[in-house]
């Protein structure tokens, strides 16, 4: 487990708690949804997507919207917890995105460079 | 309800409708993006997805159709999958590019490698070749180089010989002249084109009408054969003539005998016998006058011809 992830975990635990304390018993946090989006959101930064232009941007969406999650959560109350699984829930389709981007960009750069060793090889050959 | 609020209530109706019946930019984009996903490579290669993104457009639309206050993050959601079905699609065609062009390294190596091998056996088999093709040049040197060193010992055994038939002959011509010197008191020895002749007189050697060497005959006799024993590489004609006295048919016969008991005596005293010959010619050939006494002794004669050495040398 790294360090990353103890302390998403962690935050999820206090953001919880804030909730619950916030005397809202009747409402409970989007569970789910924020564990799906910070695992998407991990397994975007593990996949190296900050380095893609197109990948960095929707991980930064991603974890726009899941912060804004986390605040609404914190605040407590029916509609905070709806808009803020709303919220993560587009945090984790953007950050599965943001995944694939980056898996395609090393996809695309090992075609890239597999056509370059033909190349190389040819002109080695003649 | 009067003229205004009629008019208000009416255009509050009509705002409420477009609100209802306008999908949001999210659903548009939403919309937008499945089409473009579905129309593209997705559909073939990444089906599945796609249809995660269908699932979730229809969601969308359902919830645009029922206003759901969810509606925006389903659309949003769903533009989100199928731009991932777009982005899968993709990925998966830059694998497949990826796996066909290490395919088409690896084929052409193995053509390089194949061809590289080929050559490398072209090479072995030339070089087997070539050292076949040096071997049998040596080999050809080589005999060449024995058949040299034999000519050679062949030309130098030919010198050799040469040298020691040049000694021969010194020492045969060496012979003749002993021989015209020791001979000279009792026989004439001279040289002419037919070889070496020593006339013996037939007084000297025979009784009147006999074939039968005189014992002195045989003494003189013993002397010539020893000095020609160290010619005997020469052939030798003996040749026995008599006076035009008499038959001629008689001549003969008696000039045969003398001269056939010269070449006898001769082969008994070492000669070889297949180098002499004997030859009666009678009274043909007179060297004198047979009119008189002395030319008639003179004719009666037995010649011993040695050969010249250049003859002798060819037998």
Known sequence: ???????TRAMLGLFLGAALAGGCATTRPPTDNMESSAASIRGAEQAGAENVPRAAFHLQLANEQSAKAKVMIASGGEDNMKAASRLLMRAAADGELAIALADDDKDRLAAEQA???????????? | MTKRNLIVSVLAALGLTACASSPSRELVDARSAYARASSGPAARVVPADLRKARVSLDAAEAAFSSDASDQRDLAYVAERKAQLAEVLAKRAEHAGARVQAEATLASEKDADHAQTKEKLERTRTDLVVAERDAAAQKQ????????????????SQADTRAAEADVRATDSDRHLKEMQLEFAKWAAVKEEPRGVVITLSGSVLFASDKATLLPDARTRLGHVATALLETKERRLNVEGYTDSQGKDAYNVDLSQRRADAVRTYLVSNGYPPD?????????TMPVADNATAEGRANNRRVEIIIAPRVEASMR
Do not use: N, P
Not at chain 1, 1 to 7: E, G, K, L
């Open chain 1, 1 to 7: 487990m790294t360090i990353r992830m103890t302390t």
């Open chain 1, 115 to 126: 056509v370059a060793d033909i190349h190389t090889f040819e002109q080695q050959a003649k």
């Open chain 2, 140 to 155: 050809r040197a080589s005999e060449s180089d024995t058949r040299a060193s034999q000519a050679d010992t062949r030309a």
């Open chain 2, 275 to 283: 180098l002499i010959v004997a030859h009666g010619a009678g009274k």
